[in-house]
């Protein structure tokens, strides 16, 4: 079974401060692919990031990037120069690789509050 | 714009009701997924269906049911209601090419308040 493991429920930082919000995964699967989520509290879920397993290098996407260290099974992401708009509930989540394993399993995720 | 659609947006019903949820995915996805967002459970995987057909199941209760249907849109129909149903309920479509790297893009969500 998979799961995720988010143990930062809230996070503070300093608008244009650099920020890490943590995950943790476990699988026994040797193909999996790792996401993060965005969640404004307008409720919608806005994909940011994705690493997957056999990824040799961590991904960035803008001012997002992905501290991926496979041996330590964890997967955070760094959100750059915070803005006030980056201010909204993270999520980490992973999926199977496989036809049949589709679904993403997702952690508890982690309120982000940007100061200004 | 995830290019994901939902409706209704809100919902607000009685305990024992009946109500249906729809979805129409990105165009070119095949796959429809559907989750719950709750307080107490999180973000949980219901089900998905992919060009129609059933094709895996999470925690989805007997009183829920989904279809696809031919034009790749779904419903989730959740009926019995209990106040524990309230939540907000996520569609999201992914192409399904059953690679590990790929994104699944959400819908809106739609808020269902059991009263």
């Known amino acids: 079974a998979q799961k995720i493991t988010q143990t930062q429920p809230g996070m503070f930082v300093q608008e244009k401060e650099a920020v890490t919000l943590d995950c943790t995964y476990d699988t026994s699967d040797p193909s999996y692919g790792l996401f993060w989520y965005k969640q404004p509290s307008s409720g919608e879920m806005i994909f940011l990031i994705y690493q997957g397993s056999y990824d040799q290098q961590n991904a960035t996407e803008g001012r997002y990037s992905l501290n991926f260290q496979k041996a330590r099974k964890s997967a955070n992401l760094v959100i750059s120069a915070s803005q006030l708009g980056d201010s909204a509930m993270y999520f980490c989540?992973?999926?199977?690789?496989?036809?049949?394993?589709?679904?993403?399993?997702f952690g508890q995720g982690t309120i982000l509050t940007v100061h200004p | 714009d995830s290019g994901v659609t939902q409706t209704p947006k809100h919902l607000i019903t009685a305990t024992g009701q009946r109500v249906t949820l729809r979805c129409s995915p990105r165009?070119?996805?095949?796959?429809v997924y559907w989750y719950q967002q709750s307080l107490d459970q999180g973000l949980q995987f219901l089900i998905q269906?992919?060009?129609?057909?059933?094709?895996a199941k999470g925690n989805i209760l007997e009183r829920f049911s989904a279809q696809q249907f031919p034009d790749l849109h779904s419903e989730l129909n959740l009926s019995s209601l209990e106040l524990g149903d309230s939540a907000l309920y996520f569609c999201?479509?992914?192409?399904?090419?059953?690679?590990?790297?790929?994104?699944?893009?959400f819908g809106p969500g739609t808020r269902l308040l059991v009263l």
């Open positions: 165009s070119g996805d095949l796959s």
């Open positions: 269906y992919y060009n129609g057909e059933e094709r």
């Open positions: 999201a479509s992914s192409v399904e090419s059953g690679s590990r790297q790929e994104t699944q893009y």
């Open positions: 989540a992973m999926r199977r690789g496989g036809t049949s394993y589709g679904k993403l399993t």
